[in-house]
């Protein structure tokens, strides 16, 4: 049988709001419960954002009249093509139009969600037209907007505003002269209920008398024709007949209330995903209140071959409900719009194993063509999404394992080559410290992870004495195994209790499997050498040369982001400033 179910979805708190989310399955580590759930239908939750329209100053292109202004929304794919998303009603004679029409789209934390909005004076001509058989070609333009989704959501009122500009006969220069776009953008949530749940099971029964049990709990909804929706899971325990579960939370708008039936079933874990139902009941969460107040257990049954219900085998197992809370549960956009901001670092890996920086076979070779290297597309994969959240855009940056010029070798020297600060401005500004240091620095090592962290560390506990509301996050890009493992544990056991999360970024051929032990998904938490156990999970690592699905592995990492930050502000009862 299998041992192990990753922790992170039972803690994981979804970008949507909700405590015991998963996030998009294509764009996560898989394992088998995910492929288990996967094949029940579950396929995640996202936050759903629904953009509201109004503009201001629009030119008049008519003497007599104001223009009939309409608006087009585009999204912008990372090759620059446009996908139209939406085209609002017609307004008549406003210069100041407020549009009816709004639109829902998804937002997804770990790509840059790039919207295109255009403005035109839709002729009188054409007002008994469809909407969506317009010609735009032949409607006057009178103004574009850009701007990126999470630009509109991180405003503390959650809108923006926006200079339309059209471009000149020539096509060189750009006039602002073209009035303003205001962009309101809403998450889509009707309640932020949450219910936390602990449950314990006793006296399981498995009809493999000689095996493990691996228990952990399935919680699903039922909908109509009776289908069942997967909404959250435990974790697993390991070996155990009489299993006490961490923390489950429910959002009262998943379920539909507080009355709708859920399905709570009690499997036995195993590696190939073939889970073996140990039992289930079907409760509301009004009856699962009434079990915890009344301090009763409710027997688990198995359902009947046949599934009629009066067959049931009722079980000596029984399910108990030894917390139940409700309380309000704020989203991620909560606390980026109530001014968290999210801080970027980078730690790059100058050790000797990388190559000659001159020779192409390296690492670390700059291509004169301007085709990037690893190093360089990890930054720009991670910085891209990370700057949009960060006010400043000042990155603290630094080098491992290198000897500077007439110098001791190093494991945390600033790239900038300032002995004083180690902060460069913007994504720009991390590629030329970068490219500069290659040019400055020898090569050398051995791979120390361990003074990197404690200088983030520090940085993340200096701004939590300040009262800083930022949330960092430490990029390491490397080509080898680490050689200090257990300071690395030590250094990371100890930041796991500050806003800190660490992506760590295999490069190159190395096999790194000795690294996924510094990944909490991967196996039990961290302990430290004097026997201090994680806080929770702060560090993902991924080979870069690894392909989910045809998605940036940099993406998928970055998506378990939002449940790491909220994991954080929600154990420190830390609230949005909304």
């Known amino acids: 049988m299998g041992n192990r179910l990753s922790e992170v979805a039972a803690g994981r708190a979804a970008i949507g709001g909700t405590a015991a989310d998963f996030l998009n399955l294509a764009a996560a580590p898989i394992d088998a419960v995910e492929n288990f759930l996967r ?3 579950h396929h995640g939750l996202f936050s759903q954002i629904e953009l509201s329209f109004s503009a201001s100053g629009l030119r008049d292109r008519d003497v007599l009249f104001k223009s009939n202004p309409m608006m087009v929304l585009y999204a912008r794919g990372k090759n620059g093509a446009l996908e139209e ?13 407020r549009w009816i029409t709004k639109h829902t789209l998804i937002y997804h934390f770990e790509v840059v969600q790039v919207l295109v909005f255009r403005v035109y004076d839709v002729d009188t001509q054409f007002h008994n037209v469809d909407i969506k058989m317009l010609d735009l070609d032949e409607q006057q333009f009178l103004g574009e907007a850009t701007c990126a989704l999470s630009q509109i959501i991180t405003q503390p009122d959650k809108s923006l505003t926006i200079d339309l500009y059209t471009e000149d006969s020539v096509g060189s220069t750009l006039s602002k002269n073209c009035g303003k776009l205001m962009v309101h953008g809403e998450e889509c949530i ?16 498995y009809k493999y008398l000689f095996s493990r ?45 507080k009355d709708s039936p859920l399905i709570i079933e009690c499997y036995n874990f195993n590696s190939n995903g073939k889970h073996d139902l140990m039992g289930k009941v079907q409760r509301s969460l009004v009856e699962l209140e009434n079990i915890h107040n ?56 100058f050790t000797a194993s990388n190559g000659n920086p001159r020779l192409p076979d390296s690492l670390h070779y700059i291509d004169p063509s301007g085709r990037p290297n690893a190093y360089q597309r990890a930054i720009v994969e991670v910085g891209e999404v990370l700057q ?14 290198a000897r500077p010029i007439d110098g001791p070798v190093c494991h945390c020297f600033n790239l900038n080559g300032s002995s004083h600060y180690c902060e460069v401005e913007g994504i720009q500004g991390i590629l030329m410290a970068y490219t500069s240091a290659l040019l400055n620095v020898s090569l050398a090592g051995p791979t120390l992870f361990g003074p990197v962290i404690s200088t983030a ?8 004495a300040n009262g800083g509301r930022k949330y960092f996050v430490l990029l390491i890009i490397t080509d080898g195994v680490v050689t200090d493992l257990q300071e690395t544990k030590d250094a990371i056991v100890k930041a796991s209790d500050l806003p800190l999360s660490i992506l760590i970024v295999g490069v190159g051929g190395a096999d790194f499997k000795e690294m996924e032990v510094l990944d909490a998904d991967k196996g039990e938490r961290l302990e430290s050498s004097y026997g201090r156990v994680a806080s929770r999970d702060i560090v993902q690592f991924i080979p870069f040369r690894e392909v989910q699905s045809g998605l940036s592995v940099v993406q998928a990492f970055l998506a378990e982001l939002p449940a790491q930050f909220l994991t954080y502000v929600r154990s420190r009862n830390i609230q949005p400033n909304l």
């Open 39 to 41: 094949s029940r239908g």
């Open 85 to 97: 998303l939406c085209r609002t009603e017609v307004v008549l004679n406003s210069s100041s139009p």
């Open 190 to 205: 009707s309640s932020k209920t949450a219910i936390e749940m602990v449950f314990r099971c006793s006296d399981l029964e």
């Open 213 to 257: 049990t691996d228990p952990f709990l399935l919680i699903s909804k039922v909908v109509e024709a009776g289908a069942q929706i997967p909404i959250c899971k435990t974790e697993v325990i390991r070996n155990d007949l009489n299993p006490i579960w961490k923390s489950v939370f429910v959002n009262i708008q998943q379920v539909g209330s």
């Open 294 to 349: 009344n301090g009763q257990g409710e027997n688990l049954f198995l359902p009947s071959a046949d599934g009629q219900n009066h067959d049931n085998k009722v079980l000596k197992s029984q399910l108990f409900v030894e917390k139940f809370t409700e309380s309000v549960q704020y989203t991620f956009l909560d606390y980026l719009a109530g001014g968290f901001e999210l801080n970027f670092m980078v730690a790059v890996d």
């Open 388 to 401: 949009l959240y960060d006010s400043d855009k000042r990155f603290p940056t630094w080098g491992f394992g």
């Open 457 to 464: 560390a520090l940085i993340a506990s200096q701004s939590v």
